[in-house]
C-alpha cells in the first residue's frame, strides 16, 4: 500500500520543470538503515593465523633427549608452536621417547602339549622365561632391562578317549598342577608336586569340563622381583627377572600320550637403562 502527498514545484523559465515520481510517492515502509558502528564486525589488522612448524619437533626431541626436564619442556615447547593446544596423548606419547624412565608392559603367549612317558607317568615343568616366546627376540632389539609381573597357566585335557572305568589300586590317579614363584624344575613325585602351597588336584581322566583349569601368580609386594638384564631374563637369583615356574605331576595315566594342553601367558615390564 502506498499514499500521495503533493509537492509544490518551482517552474523554471520558457518550459515547465520535469516531474520526478519517486518524489511524490511515499511508501509505508521502514526505511533501511544503514549499519552503525555497532552493527559492524571489524576484523583486527595486523594479527595473522598462526601457522604449524613441521619439520622441527624431530629436531627437538633429538636435542632433548638427555635433558633430565625433556617432558615437562617438550610439553610447552609443543603448546607455544602450535595453533591448537595439543593433546594429553601426544604429549604422553612423545615425552615417552625422551624419557630412559618409561615402563612398558608386554602379554606374551604360548601353547604346547605335555606328554606322560612310556611308564604312564607325567613328571613335567615350565618356567616363566620370556626367551621362550616368539617375540623376544623384538623386544631385545628395543628394550635393555626386564621383570614379570604376572604368569598364568592354563591347562586343557589333550586327549581323547572313554572315561576310565577300571577299579584297581593306583589306578586313574589325579594328575596334581602348581605354581611357584621360584624355578624348582621337576617335582619328581606326588609329594614334591603337593608341597607347594598353590596347587590344585586335577582328576584329568574323568574331565569333562569345556573350560580350562586355570592357575597365576601375581608378582607384586613383596614378590615383585628386581630388574634384570635381556640377556639373562629369568636369572637364577630369587626375585630378579622373571623367576617361577608351574609343576605337573601323575602316574598310573596312559603311556606315551600327550595328556594336556597347555596355554602359557606371561606379563612383562620392560624399558632401557638410566
Known sequence: MFSLRTKTVPEAKGKPQSLDVKSFVKVDKAPSVPPGPMLTRHKPKGRKKKKGVPGVTRIHLLRLSHRPESGAFLKNWIAKHR???????????????????????????????????????????????????????SLTALFSQVKIRRAMARFARGYQGPVGT???????????????????????????????????????DFDQSQLALELHLDFVGEHEPLWADVTTPASSTLYQGCPGCFQMFQDTTTASVEVCTVVQDVYILMMNRY
Open 166 to 204: 577300571t577299579v584297581g589300586v593306583g589306578s586313574f590317579r589325579p594328575m596334581v598342577v602348581n605354581a611357584n614363584f621360584d624355578d624348582i624344575g621337576t617335582p619328581g613325585s606326588y609329594a614334591g608336586a603337593l608341597d607347594s602351597p598353590l596347587n590344585r588336584v586335577w582328576h584329568i
Open 83 to 137: 595453533s591448537s593446544p595439543p593433546s594429553e596423548e601426544a604429549v604422553s606419547l612423545a615425552s615417552s621417547f625422551v624419557n630412559v624412565n618409561t615402563i612398558y608392559e608386554f602379554r606374551l603367549s604360548r601353547l604346547f602339549g605335555k606328554s606322560s612317558d612310556v611308564g604312564g607317568t607325567v613328571n613335567e615343568y615350565f618356567s616363566n622365561d620370556p626367551s621362550s616366546y616368539a617375540e623376544w627376540s
